[in-house]
T-cell receptor, first 111, second 115 residues
Framework: DGGITQSPKYLFRKEGQNVTLSCEQNLNHDAMYWYRQDPGQGLRLIYYSQIVNDFQKGDIAEGYSVSREKKESFPLTVTSAQKNPTAFYLC??????????FGPGTRLTVL | AQTVTQSQPEMSVQEAETVTLSCTYDTSESDYYLFWYKQPPSRQMILVIRQEAYKQQNATENRFSVNFQKAAKSFSLKISDSQLGDAAMYFCAYRERSGNTPLVFGKGTRLSVIA
């Protein structure tokens, strides 16, 4: 089955903890993206990667970090420096110069 | 920087009727992509329709069609014969044609379908 998977579906974080959200794709897409969605805010770009071992900051990168060691994987770490991390996180991928396809998302809640 | 504006936070339509969702964008590029995505209560983002700016013909996918006005930088979505399953958030998005640049999204329009 080809597609984009995100895990976990729900994630709870205590204050001061780092957590990592997983995103995997088996579509052989070059580029991968992380977006954050808050109510009434649409989607905002956190980080994106156009190629393995390279990534760029998006509009709201502070408090987040990423890696792209494999083409298939683009994990997002939410660090303790992110003061308001409760949100819905969407991962996407795209082949060169084409449509972005999205995973099912991860809902992160700070306790 | 490119921006996308959806001026209708909420819309409603009677089942089987037609509704049009508005989107405007700002760019200095001449070649780009425009998209409409649907986000139902499951929150999965689903591609509805895609338009390439260099194509003058408006894109159509079954009951969904667009009115692309390049000079006016307008990209509206028309849903015909609305169904209960069309109820969702709809996002308009822009992307430059070159490279794998990220999408720029509008804030969305929440569509309700009334039985």
């Amino acid at each position: 089955d080809g597609g984009i998977t995100q895990s976990p579906k729900y994630l709870f974080r205590k204050e001061g903890q780092n957590v990592t959200l997983s995103c995997e794709q088996n579509l052989n897409h070059d580029a991968m993206y992380w977006y954050r969605q808050d109510p009434g805010q649409g989607l905002r770009l956190i980080y994106y990667s156009q190629i393995v071992n390279d990534f760029q900051k998006g509009d709201i990168a502070e408090g987040y970090s990423v890696s792209r060691e494999k083409k298939e994987s683009f994990p997002l770490t939410v660090t303790s420096a992110q003061k308001n991390p409760t949100a819905f996180y969407l991962c996407a991928s795209s082949p060169r110069r084409d449509t972005q396809y999205f995973g099912p998302g991860t809902r992160l809640t700070v306790l | 920087a490119q921006t996308v504006t959806q001026s209708q936070p909420e819309m409603s339509v009677q089942e089987a009727e037609t509704v049009t969702l508005s989107c405007t964008y700002d760019t200095s590029e001449s070649d780009y992509y425009l998209f409409w995505y649907k986000q139902p209560p499951s929150r999965q983002m689903i591609l509805v329709i895609r338009q390439e700016a260099y194509k003058q013909q408006n894109a159509t996918e079954n009951r969904f069609s667009v009115n692309f006005q390049k000079a006016a930088k307008s990209f509206s979505l028309k849903i015909s014969d609305s169904q209960l399953g069309d109820a969702a958030m709809y996002f308009c998005a822009y992307r430059e044609r070159s490279g794998n640049t990220p999408l720029v999204f509008g804030k969305g329009t929440r569509l309700s379908v009334i039985a």
